[in-house]
């Protein structure tokens, strides 16, 4: 489970890269055709969405509070906080992940926002 939990960490960090973020390429093969979010504005987000130039505009966010738990034979549900390097908000986020087999892609994401030193709460 932590060479897993490292791996989804990673696609997670890199969602987050506005290298990443910029490049259709790479930022489209990471979310699920079927992909959909719930922002921390309360928008709601397909990939379609997503991929338009320029809706993704720069973050610099940190993850902390990292943790995976298994929802099923392929699929792993994420939770962390992330913090704006710039503002210090926080948020709580939650992405579900599914394999196909071959490629870990999202299907699903949210963002709350919270106070900046509040945890994501434990199960």
């Not at 504005?41 to 993850?63: E, P, T, W």
Request: charged residues 30%.
């Amino acid at each position: 489970m932590e060479a897993l939990t490292a791996h989804i960490l990673k696609l997670e960090m890199d969602l987050l890269d506005n290298q990443v973020r910029s490049d259709p390429d790479r930022f489209g093969p990471l979310l699920d055709e079927t992909f959909f979010e719930f922002g921390k504005s309360g928008g709601s987000f397909s990939k379609d969405d997503c991929m338009r130039a320029g809706s993704l505009g720069n973050v610099r966010l940190s993850i902390d509070q990292f943790r995976l738990q298994t929802i099923g034979d392929r699929a792993v549900l994420a939770v962390y906080r992330t913090v704006d390097e710039e503002t210090g908000n926080a948020a709580n986020r939650s992405s579900i992940w599914k394999s196909d087999g071959s490629r870990w892609k999202m299907i699903f994401h949210q963002g709350t926002p919270v106070p900046g030193n509040e945890e994501v709460a434990e199960s």
